[in-house]
């Protein structure tokens, strides 16, 4: 195991023995053993077998994406609710569904604009106002599911934007996430994963998107270049794998390494058929080469 400090028992003679008797022993209790963080571990592990290659993969990512720069999408509910609304359909379905929620929802804040970024996969929601979210909680379930039906999945999203906002309500008084945003990464992350179907991936894009929070959400995409480069264990469980990466990247890192390994799935590591002669990561990539370095 990994940075382990492992003292075994000790023995210690006390009373001195009678002529043909047996030394008494006693025995300490082993002192308590010291194991370092998975990430931190995996790292250094890492980058003994394959020095430097999270570096090599944001700077070569970096030619061919170039260096996004983060900015807010959208207030951390509405990044919410979108993303649930995104999970196992297109990007463009979900933009259809969020649309919806605000035609039939209508809500009275600030008008917004979405800033989707090179890592968005639909083509950006148009400006305004936050749906009402009280309005969409207490909606009548076959109502609601009728209003996002055309962005797919609906009998099972429906039931979980109520179930959501209704948890959010309760805790806090009202829908507002913005307190998050003043909570360390990954405290936040875990008040976020109590929730029915929000796992680390949902928890981390609202998390990145909405505040700029150090957490690298790995949808497919990403998932998929990381494994066949060589960046995530084979065996590796998604929900190890979000924690796993923290400790490849520093902190200022993670948005540019999140929207570059996404744009790259998209564009050139498909899941079939991958463009190889115009990827800039072939020279390190298991899946191109067994033995890359």
Not at 24 to 43: L, M, N
Request: net charge neutral; aromatic share 6%.
């Amino acid at each position: 195991m990994d940075e382990i400090e492992d003292v075994g028992l000790i023995e210690v003679v006390i009373d001195a023995p009678a002529a043909g008797a047996k030394a008494k022993v006693k025995r300490k209790r082993p002192k308590k053993r010291k194991f370092s963080d998975p990430a931190s571990s995996y790292a250094k592990r890492l980058e003994r077998y394959r020095p430097g290659l999270p570096r090599f993969m944001l700077d070569a990512l970096a030619t061919r994406y170039g260096h996004p720069q983060w900015e807010r999408r959208l207030d951390p509910t509405s990044e919410l609710i979108l993303t649930i609304l995104t999970q196992s359909t297109a990007d463009t379905n979900a933009e259809v569904a969020f649309e919806a929620l605000r035609q039939a929802y209508p809500g009275t804040g600030e008008v917004q604009a979405h800033h989707p970024g090179a890592g968005w996969g639909g083509d950006g929601l148009p400006d305004g106002v936050a749906p009402d979210w009280g309005a969409i909680e207490f909606a009548p379930l076959a109502e609601l599911t009728d209003v996002i039906r055309p962005g797919g999945l609906p009998n099972q999203k429906a039931p979980r934007l109520q179930s959501t906002l209704r948890r959010i309500r309760e805790e806090r008084g009202d829908y507002s996430l913005e307190f998050l945003g003043e909570m360390p990464a990954i405290e936040a992350r875990d008040w976020l994963d109590q929730f029915d179907g929000i796992g680390k991936k949902t928890a981390s894009v609202l998390l990145l998107f909405s505040f700029g929070q150090p957490l690298l959400p790995i949808d497919r995409h990403v998932e998929r270049v990381m494994r066949r480069v060589g960046l995530l264990p084979p065996k590796a469980t998604l929900d190890a794998g979000h924690d796993l990466v923290l400790g490849l990247f520093e902190p200022d890192d993670l948005y540019e390494a999140h929207v570059n390994l996404i744009q790259h799935g998209r564009k050139v590591c498909h899941a079939q058929r991958p463009d190889h002669e115009a990827c800039p990561l072939r020279t390190r990539c298991r899946y191109v080469d067994p033995k890359a370095p």
